[in-house]
């Protein structure tokens, strides 16, 4: 249901008034998406699963307790990264690659190209 012109009016009274009252706040509310902190706990479970793996494999000759404690962290980072990525959700994961296309140009074909290509199946 869209919003009355009364509505609209009022609503860009308060965006007004915000971005002079407080403009870094006003910056900060328009720069965060819904999904920003999902995103960072997908970093951190990604750096986790490497630490867990690496910590896994180095000590898997010393002792399998170690090892274990690496599996252990491995899998709950694995859980974790899953977890998030449902939270994010496929609209989450699209914004974010549509973002990361945005920033990197040069990083990537868009989909254009990959409906195009004839080796993409």
Known sequence: ?????????????????????????????????????????LKWTALWFAVGLALMVATLQIHFLLAFAGFVVTMGAAIGFE?????????????FT???RAANPASGRTDEDLVDDPDNE
């Open 1 to 41: 249901m869209p919003l009355s012109p009364d509505e609209q009016r009022i609503l860009a009274e308060i965006e007004e008034n915000l971005h002079r009252t407080d403009p870094r706040l006003a910056r900060e509310v328009g720069e965060t998406t819904v999904y920003r902190h999902a995103l960072g706990s």
């Open 83 to 95: 977890r998030n990525l449902r939270m994010m959700g496929r609209a989450g994961i699209d914004q």
């Open 98 to 100: 549509r973002a990361f």
